[in-house]
């Protein structure tokens, strides 16, 4: 395994990600127009950390880039330029075996609970075949650690022989977060974990992965649509829009205090309680741009409602401001 330097300031976490970009080569639409090859640009240089057991997390629309930056950190998809270090080690210059002995200890846990079990295996199975992957115990030492998880996540011994089909969406999250743990990882990959579950059960799961984080101790890079999750659980947000982190901090200060007007505007469209202390709504008006032709200067303007001249022509700068605040917007230089 090779061993990378990195900056002294990140020596203490257990995920960096610098200047992460993941393109995809497009051969349609635009592409025959131009007479030559356009990308969809999915990931277009982002920096982020974790620490351990924290929670971090990755917040914006539909289409901004989040699940394929989970993706790429795990190389299920490759990376088109950047680095990603687990603890001082760039993930992207292991050979295989280093890339199987990574996945021990970065998981993943996939948004439709439906489609990420195989349907014609029984629980049991599913759960033992990462053991088996990674040759991890004997036989009976597997089946004992799946039933000691299975309890863990709130699923009975019985399940343990039944098919994935006879389960709720509930039931079937609960198996993905076994998987997941069975190897004993340090991160989790939460990649829309809720989003296809009803809003009762949802609450269950985000309960759920604040008890086994505090007990395991685990690390986890959450990824959502979703802003009125997200504050529930996190410890830090970075807001994603069209393949960018426009924003960067605490949740406290993100949820209390936006700074970026697209966050003001997510948070603007959350339903509140109390109306008489609702702030100003602030609309996000328009289509989000298409990420292979994305617009020149800030990204967002053409949604902005401040938008000014040098948004149209000038990429923001990013502006650090107090407990490590991140913002790129020409409101702040």
Same mark, same amino acid.
Do not use: W
């Given at each position: 395994?090779?061993?990378?330097?990195?900056? &002294?300031?990140?020596?203490?976490?257990?995920?960096?990600?610098?200047?992460?970009?993941?393109?995809?080569? +497009?051969?349609?639409?635009?592409?025959?127009?131009?007479?030559?090859?356009?990308?969809?640009?999915?990931? =277009?240089?982002? +920096?982020?950390?974790?620490?351990?057991?924290?929670?971090?997390?990755?917040?914006?629309?539909?289409? #901004?880039?989040? +699940?394929?930056?989970?993706?790429?950190?795990?190389?299920?998809?490759?990376?088109? *330029?950047?680095?990603? $270090?687990?603890?001082?080690?760039?993930? $992207? *210059? $292991?050979?295989?075996?280093?890339?199987? =002995?990574?996945?021990?200890?970065?998981?993943?846990?996939?948004?439709?609970?439906?489609?990420?079990?195989?349907?014609?295996?029984?629980?049991?199975?599913?759960?033992?075949?990462?053991?088996? !992957?990674?040759?991890?115990?004997?036989?009976? *030492?597997?089946?004992?650690?799946?039933? /000691?998880?299975?309890?863990?996540?709130? @699923?009975?011994?019985?399940?343990?022989?039944?098919?994935?089909?006879? $389960?709720?969406?509930?039931?079937?999250?609960?198996?993905?977060?076994?998987?997941? @743990?069975? %190897?004993?990882?340090?991160?989790?990959? #939460? &990649? /829309?974990?809720?989003?296809?579950?009803?809003?009762?059960?949802?609450?269950?799961?985000?309960?759920?992965?604040?008890?086994?984080?505090? /007990?395991?101790?685990?690390?986890?890079?959450?990824?959502?649509?979703?802003?009125? %999750?997200?504050?529930?659980?996190?410890?830090?947000?970075?807001?994603?829009?069209?393949?960018?982190?426009?924003?960067?901090?605490?949740?406290?200060?993100?949820?209390?205090?936006?700074?970026?007007?697209?966050?003001?505007?997510?948070?603007?469209?959350?339903?509140?309680?109390?109306? =008489?202390?609702?702030?100003?709504? !602030?609309?996000?008006?328009?289509?989000?741009?298409?990420?292979?032709?994305?617009?020149?200067?800030?990204?967002?303007?053409?949604?902005?409602?401040?938008?000014?001249?040098?948004?149209?022509?000038?990429?923001?700068? /990013?502006?650090?401001?107090?407990?490590?605040?991140?913002?790129?917007?020409?409101?702040?230089?």
């Amino acid at each position: 395994m090779q061993t990378q330097k990195i900056k &002294d300031s990140e020596q203490n976490n257990i995920l960096t990600v610098n200047n992460l970009k993941k393109f995809f080569a +497009s051969n349609e639409g635009l592409s025959r127009l131009l007479k030559g090859p356009t990308y969809v640009q999915a990931v =277009n240089d982002i +920096s982020f950390h974790l620490k351990q057991g924290e929670t971090y997390s990755l917040v914006g629309e539909s289409g #901004c880039g989040k +699940s394929t930056t989970g993706r790429t950190i795990l190389r299920l998809l490759e990376s088109t *330029e950047g680095e990603v $270090f687990y603890k001082q080690n760039n993930i $992207f *210059e $292991f050979n295989q075996k280093d890339l199987r =002995n990574m996945r021990k200890q970065i998981q993943m846990i996939f948004q439709d609970p439906f489609s990420s079990l195989n349907p014609r295996k029984r629980v049991g199975s599913i759960l033992e075949e990462p053991l088996k !992957i990674h040759n991890i115990k004997s036989k009976e *030492e597997r089946k004992k650690i799946v039933f /000691e998880v299975m309890e863990r996540v709130g @699923l009975q011994r019985e399940h343990y022989y039944r098919l994935s089909h006879e $389960f709720s969406g509930g039931q079937r999250q609960r198996i993905g977060i076994a998987r997941a @743990l069975v %190897v004993n990882p340090e991160i989790i990959v #939460c &990649d /829309e974990p809720v989003s296809a579950l009803d809003v009762a059960i949802q609450a269950q799961i985000i309960n759920l992965l604040q008890s086994l984080q505090k /007990e395991l101790n685990l690390t986890y890079l959450f990824i959502s649509h979703d802003i009125s %999750v997200v504050r529930h659980i996190s410890d830090r947000i970075g807001v994603m829009y069209l393949g960018k982190i426009v924003e960067e901090g605490n949740t406290d200060d993100i949820i209390n205090n936006p700074l970026h007007p697209y966050t003001q505007g997510l948070l603007s469209a959350v339903p509140q309680a109390n109306t =008489n202390n609702k702030p100003e709504r !602030i609309e996000i008006k328009g289509e989000i741009p298409s990420p292979i032709n994305p617009p020149n200067g800030c990204v967002f303007h053409t949604r902005c409602p401040y938008v000014m001249d040098i948004c149209k022509s000038q990429i923001p700068k /990013e502006i650090i401001k107090e407990n490590g605040r991140k913002v790129s917007c020409h409101l702040y230089n």
